[in-house]
């Protein structure tokens, strides 16, 4: 099942240790021909796009056994090797954060791009190719090269851009140019706070989510009728395993094999029937069962949910207009424009216009919460 939740890359290649390939046009489409990459330590893949990401996910054809995955950014004149975000977030049957090496191409899934361990990532142009924010991966060796039908990602700004918080404030007037720059008061990466800001605001009140979500190892009970997942609009499962008692067993997914999910209601649904084993039993009858001691909460899921706000022609757009105008607002109370902000005979002075803005997003927040399915 493709992420159909994330954008796609602008620029994406594979260098083989003599040559760079173009294969932004396979990997952008979930149906395309699927590549072979990181067949050995002298192959690279060229993740590339105008804009920072904060989340990279692969579609794999074929799931890879690589060695001592090293991931880099471009910091405008070189590469500056990082540890991507997700190793971090993993815990041990003890409860405590385990960590563990960084994506390896051995299943779906993807990486998470923390801001501060690439604080200075920048545009970088070389071999021809084009100038955008890069990230590349490499390994020591490989066993098995994965082959990946398709790459998504997500954008630090997905419910809208600094240009269109530019555009709003119809700051073309006072500073010229198209969007905000380095240079410019408030600057580009300010901006791009606070729509980060504003884009936590909107997820959190209305417990929905307009861009993709990577769940990480969510524990939940076992119930032979199925469960409901915890975050809303589940689209792909990356990996499901149940407890037997001494390991996870990885179930299979699909209606013909061990479960399934009904993305509509983000309900987990189970195929087959599991009898799990159980350490201690009593003739006690309320604790003549399994489902105790070490097998609570035995089902441990990983998933990707949240809905594509390009495609949800209900709400995306709402959802757009709200955050732009929660970033301008953010603009206009942070930085001193004078009175050169609005001119001529319809102008609505500064005070009036962001009040006007947080009625109307305080009211848009509460519809877009709207009811919820428990």
């Not at 294969?23 to 893949?45: R, W």
């Not at 890879?64 to 190793?87: L, V």
């Not at 100038?131 to 082959?147: E, F, G, K, N, Q």
């Not at 105008?325 to 609505?348: E, P, Q």
Request: charge should be negative.
């Amino acid at each position: 099942m493709p992420t159909t939740s994330g954008k796609v890359l602008d620029t994406v290649y594979h260098y083989n240790g003599s040559a760079y390939s173009d294969i932004t046009l396979e990997m952008q489409s979930p149906a395309g021909t699927s590549k072979t990459t990181l067949e050995d330590s002298n192959d690279f893949l060229y993740l590339g796009d105008s804009e920072k990401f904060n989340m990279v996910l692969f579609d794999l054809d074929q799931a890879g056994t690589i060695a001592n995955p090293k991931w880099e950014y471009s910091n405008g004149s070189s590469w500056t090797e990082f540890f991507p975000g997700y190793a971090e977030q993993r815990y041990n049957d003890s409860g405590e954060l385990a960590g563990q090496d960084p994506y390896a191409f051995d299943t779906d899934g993807g990486e998470l791009i923390l801001e501060h361990t690439v604080e200075n990532w920048a545009t970088y142009t070389f071999s021809g190719l084009p100038d955008v924010y890069w990230i590349r991966v490499s390994t020591s060796s490989t066993t098995t090269a994965p082959s990946i039908k398709s790459i998504n990602i997500r954008p630090i700004n997905t419910y809208c851009t600094t240009a269109d918080v530019y555009d709003l404030l119809q700051l073309k007037n006072v500073l010229d140019g198209t969007d905000f720059t380095a240079s410019t008061v408030p600057s580009k990466a300010v901006v791009e706070r606070y729509i980060q800001a504003a884009e936590s605001t909107i997820d959190h009140r209305t417990r929905k989510a307009w861009r993709t979500n990577y769940v990480i190892d969510e524990f939940q009970e076992f119930n032979l009728n199925g469960f409901k997942l915890d975050k809303a609009d589940p689209y792909k499962v990356i990996n499901l395993s149940i407890w037997t008692g001494g390991s996870w067993e990885t179930k299979d997914p699909g209606r013909g094999n061990d479960y399934f999910l009904v993305p509509d209601t983000g309900m987990i649904h189970f195929a087959r029937f599991f009898i799990l084993p159980a350490r201690f039993q009593t003739y006690t009858a309320p604790l003549w069962r399994w489902g105790a001691g070490e097998f609570i909460m035995p089902v441990k899921i990983s998933y990707l949910a949240g809905r594509s706000i390009q495609g949800d022609n209900r709400e995306g757009a709402f959802v757009h207009e709200i955050t732009k105008k929660m970033a301008g607002a953010d603009v206009l109370r942070n930085s001193d424009f004078g009175f050169t902000t609005v001119s001529g005979s319809d102008r609505v002075p500064m005070g009036q216009k962001l009040q006007m803005w947080e009625v109307e997003v305080s009211n848009a927040l509460d519809e877009l919460r709207g009811f919820e399915l428990f």
